[in-house]
């Protein structure tokens, strides 16, 4: 059964930081392409970042102020989230891609977690 298990989740205000964890379980996350999506209520999910073995990619909402890293010996996915806005409240789930390589952030990814909650307030 599938497991993408985040945490990390919080309140803060505008301008701090959090770190996201995601814990998956039954594969090894070096094998795949993974990603962090976001759904703000009343919008559509969407990709903030993914990362392969060579490569990461980011939305534009996020560049600079947010990494995607994973540690392959503790089959874990981050993101690292700073100078954090009120645009970016939402739930954020990690996912997994199928498929060769990272696809475009605009994806339906295969697989997500139950997500953990972000709110940031002015």
């Known amino acids: 059964q599938e497991q993408l298990e985040e945490s990390g989740g919080g309140s803060v205000q505008a301008g701090g930081s959090l770190r996201l964890s995601c814990k998956v379980s039954?594969?090894?996350?070096?094998?795949?392409?993974m990603a962090w999506l976001r759904q703000a209520p009343g919008k559509e999910r969407e990709g903030v970042a993914t990362?392969?073995?060579?490569?990461?990619t980011y939305a534009n909402a996020v560049k600079g102020r947010f990494t995607i890293s994973k540690d392959n010996a503790k089959n874990t996915l981050y993101l690292q989230m700073n100078s954090l806005t009120p645009e970016d409240t939402a739930t954020y789930y990690c996912?997994?891609?199928?498929?060769?390589?990272?696809?475009?952030?605009?994806?339906?990814?295969?697989?997500w977690g139950q997500g953990t909650q972000v709110t940031v307030s002015p």
């Open positions: 039954r594969y090894p996350v070096r094998d795949y392409c």
């Open positions: 990362i392969s073995a060579a490569n990461t």
């Open positions: 996912a997994r891609w199928n498929g060769g390589g990272c696809p475009p952030l605009s994806a339906v990814f295969d697989a």
